[in-house]
């Protein structure tokens, strides 16, 4: 089993910025792929930047400038350094990754971090 906690949401004004933290920690014997998604009230859940093991990263077109997500592979940690942010980018922010156990790949979920920026 693999539990995702998350940390670093907030309230904020728009323009300001954000770090979040997601460290993994039980038994696997890597953190593969971690991801970033969001939700807003009423909308369906999507990712917001996504990393590889190796460092590639990719992003919402809407986020792409603003936000970077990077990764701490001895920490088995994650981050998402949210920049000039606004309004709309108010949300549910949920860590996901996919961890290697014994000889399987599962996913999984963080209980999700609130993001609500202010105009």
């Known amino acids: 089993q693999v539990q995702l906690v998350e940390s670093g949401g907030g309230l904020v004004q728009a323009g300001g910025s954000l770090r979040l933290s997601c460290a993994a920690s039980?038994?696997?014997?890597?953190?593969?792929?971690m991801g970033w998604y969001r939700q807003a009230p009423g909308k369906q859940r999507e990712l917001v930047a996504a990393?590889?093991?190796?460092?590639?990263?990719n992003y919402l077109d809407s986020v792409k400038g603003r936000f970077t997500i990077s990764r701490d592979n001895a920490k088995n940690t994650g981050y998402l350094q949210m920049n000039s942010l606004k309004p709309e980018d108010t949300a549910v922010y949920y860590c996901?990754?996919?961890?290697?156990?014994?000889?399987?790949?599962?996913?999984?979920w963080g209980q999700g971090t609130q993001v609500t920026v202010s105009s």
């Open positions: 996901y990754a996919r961890a290697t156990i014994r000889t399987s790949e599962y996913g999984y």
């Open positions: 039980g038994s696997f014997f890597s953190i593969n792929h």
């Open positions: 990393i590889a093991s190796g460092g590639s990263a």
